[in-house]
């Protein structure tokens, strides 16, 4: 097996079996966190303030402990105080106290539906019958909804100990953060360009809205230690915050994730699991809570809506010479938006000379943000994509020319970070330029055709893996990385090319907190290149270790034998070769069971780039948008299952089509949200859409075994660029506020028509 | 007034009898009180067809219907699709088309796709997606959903009731 | 969802009596499509559910060319669809049924549901008021008939009494050179709430080609279901032309009070009125001439 892969013949990499943990899926046998039962158990509900900003001046559960049935009621009394500052704890910085706050509030409630008491009983109906009897009294305060209004001078401050660092420790804030990035000097750039182009965008919030609700089952024993059963993207992270936010040690709670229901982000962070532990403790058995929808939509994160002013510059000839950008993302009721990475991916895909990027993270009173696909980047491209496309037009180029004109490749400098290394940015442009889809012909009234391009960094971090050899000669292969998408069958696949064995001779499993050494969540798109790459080197730690085994047998240097294709020779001859199953019943008597094992670090992994193309027609009397082709470009690098490969970039790009058209979070006035349920909240059905095609463009990452680059997330920040821009070259109107509902995609008609009549009849 | 109802019901082909309260919903039911968690709680306002079941062969949000109405009526759920451990043709071309990556939302459209097929053997891909708009999906974005369901109803001749 | 009795009578008389007895504290049960998800929610908290599925009344559909048609008030949707008669003679009214959700909802939502839940948004009430539909009301005290644009008074409200039940619709056989047609507009291609939604049923005179009889109802655009009775009247006698249309179009729009809310602003729903109108109008038009 060699170490590196170009132009490298995969026996399994690269095929498309079946995932093993399918059939448990499809006959329902699978168990979700929700799935669990206990004997004994308890059923807990979470009280949730009405108001979007108020104090809570008191919390009576007389009344509640009193209805039959109902076990404990815990508040933020109940979690002891944690530091109220940034702690470079795991692999992102996180605010403690901020975290606990958030997971029961501490006399101020910061949106409607923050968490302030928790009730088990022994059924559901009466945990949530117990809601309506705790007495809590509010005094309720204006709320602010918008980074606007939180941002303006004499704004109701909403977290009185907050500070940033710009203002310094005297001003009180809602602004927790301003990050800013720059190179050359944007003045001069601009002074150079023939054309200018700059707008100011507006997007919603909007949810990562996966299906499966929020669950936790929390068992206190009363050796003081813990388990918690949970549909969690990290299990790892709810170990390690759920015993901070507990105030325990962190050996003493052991996570077992269940099978996971989409996260897309939301699910990398912890609210039900310490409330599932402190509940159990306090009533001596276990207690599974549960979110309904609203409580998902209400109090779980979503990610930001906010701001951003764009500015980009191009000579006539098509060269962006300057890029200019001012970001203000909605934090949630904490400080937290994934505003530091929008500003990072605004300008990411193009080779800029003068750029000058401001972030604002803003403190509103809305849930507090979790991580959403390739968290910042969409709302971000949505603003940078639409004028790259404006320009292409001023200069006369088509929309892909111009985005290879400008791509960036091998060597262009990152907003930060050290410059590219090998990159797909320009290959998936091209394979969308040569597609099908963009060489096919649109015709008919009102109908368009609009691309964008997209950037994700993608992570690296931690994994641990253990490759079993059975006793008949399969394996095992043991890692800690929740199946969210079908990786199990990637691991599978990984370490049957290095063994050499059948894929369905490799049993993949997910392992508990305490089965499996550390490993980082199952997001960041990180799972397949790391977490594989941990599986390949335990696999290669196995196969170090067969030949040893061989060599001893043969009486033989273990330099002298070789592994190919699932059996051990010798370089020298004179014996026979032996397969692992052959061998397997002589382990024994040569030193026992062999365990493959690794544990990694992953850095500098490639990025990721999609390009992605849409065909819309626009109703002109209503502004109803309907797509009618879409096709999607990823640079995967290797793909080890393209199966799941194309899954992702489907479901990325309908993720992105639902951001574009239809959903965002409304509040009223006091700033309750209004369309807390999936009626309301309107993500695509497969009514709404077509086939999404898909095109994977493999650039191996460099320094990766198997070249494969993270994918589970860009695929989700080109679409609303790229149906901005369709609209745009459809009915000739450019949104520049998401979503791009049919009232606002109306109104933008209807406007340019008026202006046309008026600028007639002026002629 | 949280009297218990004893409700005789006929599920995946047995007939059977369950103790619940008037106001447990027939998903609550299958869940909590016969402990079949394949059908899934995602919205409880029936928007996402998580929780579908066939009831006298048509598909329903278990989740707007109590436990006590099922009396006398035949409820189908995903865990008896497969006969024995032979799979249903839609289970099967779910999974060679990787139909499913979190599987949550698979039992419900399992259960919608089966009615569709047992209605109209040969639908075209837009019956398809106007017999599926009642199931969210947010991982996979439907495509290889709707190409198993096309494959599953090329594959199946006359299903055997 | 708090603790509740069910009750499932088999006659009307009986059910009637059960309501009558429970007063305030009954509500009828059919779909559930919308009531459990309000008991959920609190929003409705009666102490008994009175399921009205197993009262023959109405769980049948009848349909002659004399007596033209009964539809039971508890008949789900998806029976609608499935029926040739209804599909033929009162296409507008099918496709309102079939609009009402998913393949999910259709199994369990029916018509008369769909009315009582007094929504002003209700896809199948607008059909039934162009189609001049009559409801059946039974009570103790015996039975009347309210017009289906009278039915529902405020949003969430009907003139049903708590003792009341909802039995039947009663819609004449079309007389010739009758249809009707449905339109709403919502974001998605399904699963939404109408932002607008629009009946219409025209009566033609195909020598003369004028419109004899004319009913515009609308949905979402006020606090009840509304029925555009000026814009109807605006047709009857007149010229199938572009004109005549258009003048009925602007009427319904100014008999629309619709409010912002997060599903349409006022300005835009106004509009989708005149755009709904005038494509309800011609499909009802176009089907008419063929019949």
């Not at chain 1, 897309?264 to 309904?292: D, R």
């Not at chain 1, 300057?322 to 990475?341: I, K, Q, R, T």
């Not at chain 1, 320009?426 to 597609?435: D, Q, R």
Request: a neutral charge; one cysteine or more.
């Amino acid at each position: 097996m060699a170490a590196t892969t170009e132009g490298h013949q995969f026996r399994v990499i690269g095929t498309r079996p079946i995932r093993h943990d399918g059939v448990e899926k499809v006959t329902g046998a699978a168990r979700y966190g929700a799935d669990y039962a206990f004997p004994g158990m308890l059923f807990g509900r979470v009280l949730r303030s009405p108001h979007a900003h108020a104090i809570v001046k008191s919390i009576k559960t007389d009344k509640a402990l009193k209805l039959p049935g109902v076990k404990a009621i815990v508040t933020g009394a109940d979690l002891p105080e944690l530091p109220d500052r940034i702690e470079q704890g795991g692999e992102l910085p996180i605010n403690l106290h901020h975290l606990s706050c958030n997971i029961l509030a501490r006399g101020k409630a910061m949106y409607d539906g923050h968490a302030i008491a928790a009730v088990a009983a022994t059924s559901p109906h009466i945990a949530e019958e117990a809601l309506r009897l705790i007495e809590v009294d509010y005094e309720v305060l204006p709320p602010v909804m918008t980074v606007e209004d939180a941002m303006a001078p004499n704004a109701p401050i909403l977290l009185p100990a907050l500070r940033n660092k710009e203002d310094g420790p005297d001003k009180q804030t809602n602004v927790a953060a301003h990050i800013q990035f720059k190179r050359g000097d944007v003045k001069e750039g601009f002074a150079k360009a023939d054309y200018v182009i700059e707008h100011s965008f507006k997007s919603a919030m909007v949810h990562q809205g996966y299906i499966e609700p929020h669950n936790a089952v929390g068992i206190y024993n009363s050796d003081g230690h813990a388990t918690i059963y949970c549909s969690t993207q990290g299990s790892f992270v709810v170990r390690s915050l759920s015993a901070a936010v507990l105030g325990i040690p962190e050996g003493k709670i052991r996570v077992v994730p269940a099978e996971i229901g989409g996260g897309f982000g939301g699910k990398t962070t912890i609210y039900l699991e310490p409330l599932s532990v402190l509940l159990s403790q306090k009533t001596g058995h276990p207690v599974k809570l549960t979110m309904n929808r609203a409580e998902v939509l209400r109090a779980s994160g979503p990610t930001s809506g906010g701001t951003i002013r764009c500015k980009m510059g191009a000579t006539k000839d098509g060269k962006i010479v300057a890029a200019e950008a001012s970001l203000a993302y909605e934090a949630g009721g904490f400080p937290g938006s994934p505003v530091p990475m929008a500003a990072m991916c605004i300008l990411a895909p193009y080779d800029i000379p003068n750029i000058l990027v401001d972030a604002y993270d803003v403190v509103v009173n809305r849930p507090k943000t979790a991580a959403y696909r390739a968290p910042g980047a969409t709302n971000a491209a949505f603003a940078s994509e639409t004028i790259i496309n404006e320009l292409a037009e001023k200069c006369g180029i088509d929309q892909c020319e111009f985005r290879i004109m400008n791509g960036a490749h091998e060597g262009t400098p990152q907003t930060a970070g050290p410059p590219y290394k090998r990159i797909g940015m320009i290959e998936t442009v091209e394979a969308i330029k040569n597609s099908p889809h963009y060489k096919s012909k649109l015709t008919g009234k009102n109908r368009g055709r609009g691309m964008a391009s997209g950037f994700w960094f993608n992570i690296g971090f931690q994994s641990s893996a253990m490759v079993n050899i059975h006793n008949d000669g399969t394996a095992s292969v043991v890692t800690g990385s929740v199946d969210i998408g079908g990786s199990r069958a990637s691991m599978a696949i990984i370490t049957a090319e290095v063994l050499g064995l059948d894929v369905n001779d490799v049993r993949p499993l997910v392992a508990d907190t305490d089965s499996i050494g550390y490993t980082d969540v199952t997001g960041g798109s990180r799972t397949t290149v790391a977490t594989g790459l941990a599986v390949f080197e335990a696999a290669q730690d196995a196969v170090r270790q067969l030949k040893e085994r061989a060599a001893k047998l043969w009486e033989k240097k273990p330099e002298e034998v070789e592994f190919n294709n699932g059996l051990l020779s010798s370089k020298s001859n004179g014996v026979k070769p032996m397969s692992i199953k052959e061998i397997v019943p002589r382990l024994g008597r040569t030193g026992g069971p062999i365990t493959g094992r690794a544990t990694i670090n992953a850095r500098a992994v490639g990025p990721a780039f999609a390009s992605t193309c849409v065909d819309v027609e626009v109703d002109p009397e209503t502004g109803k948008v309907t797509i009618l082709r879409a096709t999607v470009a990823q640079d995967a690098g290797k793909a080890v299952h393209p199966s799941y490969v194309e899954g992702q970039m489907q479901g990325g790009t309908v993720q992105g089509i639902g951001w574009a058209l239809n959903e965002e979070y409304f509040y009223d006035a006091k700033g309750v949200l209004r369309n807390s349920g999936l009626l309301d909240y309107r993500m695509p059905t497969c009514l709404d859409l077509p086939m999404i095609e898909t095109c994977i463009v493999e650039v191996p990452a460099p320094g990766h075994p198997i070249g494969s680059r993270g994918v589970g997330e860009v695929s989700i920040v080109p679409p609303p660029a790229a149906v901005a821009n369709a609209i745009a070259n459809a009915v000739g109107v450019r949104m520049t506020e998401l979503p791009m509902s049919p009232g606002r995609v109306l109104k933008a008609i209807l406007h340019k028509e008026v202006s046309a009549q008026s600028s007639a009849a002026a002629d | 007034m949280d009297k218990k109802t004893v409700v005789e019901t006929t599920i995946n082909g047995e007939q059977m009898e369950f103790l619940c309260e008037p106001r447990q919903s027939l998903l609550e039911v299958l869940r909590d009180v016969l402990g079949m968690t394949g059908s899934k709680e995602g919205c409880l306002t029936g928007d996402c067809g998580a929780c579908t079941v066939l009831v006298d062969g048509r598909a329903v949000c278990s989740c707007l219907m109590l436990g006590v109405e099922a009396e006398g009526h035949k409820i189908e759920t995903v865990e008896g699709l497969a006969q024995g451990s032979k799979l249903h043709p839609l289970q099967q071309k779910f999974l060679e088309n990787a139909s499913l990556q979190c599987g949550i939302c698979t039992p419900g459209f399992l259960m919608s796709a089966k009615a569709l097929l047992d209605d109209n053997p040969h639908p075209s891909e837009a019956e398809i997606r106007y017999a599926l708009a009642g199931n969210l999906c947010r991982c996979t974005g439907y495509d290889k959903i709707v190409h198993a369901v096309l494959e599953a109803s090329k594959a199946s001749t006359s299903k055997a009731a | 969802m708090h603790a509740i009795n069910y009750e499932a009578p088999k006659t009307l008389k009986d059910a009637v009596a059960l309501l009558a007895q429970h007063g305030e504290k009954g509500r009828p049960l059919c779909g559930g499509t919308d009531l459990i998800i309000q008991l959920r929610a609190g929003v409705r908290r009666p102490d008994y559910v009175v399921d009205v599925k197993k009262i023959p009344e109405l769980n049948q559909i009848t349909f002659d060319l004399q007596k033209g048609l009964r539809l039971g008030a508890a008949v789900p949707t998806i029976q609608i669809y499935e029926n040739a008669d209804l599909l033929r003679y009162f296409p507008g009214l099918t496709e309102a049924a079939h609009l009402i959700g998913s393949n999910q909802i259709q199994s369990r939502a029916s018509v008369g549901g769909n009315l009582c839940n007094g929504s002003p948004a209700a896809d199948t009430t607008p059909a039934l008021i162009a189609l001049g539909a009559k409801c059946r009301v039974a009570g103790p005290k015996g039975e009347r008939i309210v017009a289906a644009e009278n039915f529902c008074t405020a949003p969430g409200r009907t003139v049903l009494q708590p003792n009341e039940i909802l039995v039947e619709f009663q819609i004449p056989v079309p007389a010739p050179h009758s249809s009707d047609a449905y339109l709403r507009f919502i974001p998605r291609n399904e699963m939404d709430i109408a932002v607008v939604g629009v009946g219409a049923s025209v009566t033609l005179d195909l020598e003369e080609d004028r419109f004899t009889d004319a009913r515009i109802a609308l949905a979402a655009v006020g606090p009840t279901p509304i029925f555009a009775s000026k814009a109807s009247e605006a047709l009857e006698g007149k010229r199938i032309d572009a004109a005549t249309i258009d003048r009925a179009c602007k009427l319904a729009v100014e008999q629309s009070s619709p409010i912002d809310d997060m599903r349409g602003t006022a300005e835009f729903r106004r509009h989708l009125v005149g755009v709904l109108t005038r494509r309800t109008l011609a499909i009802a038009i176009e089907r008419a001439r063929m019949v």
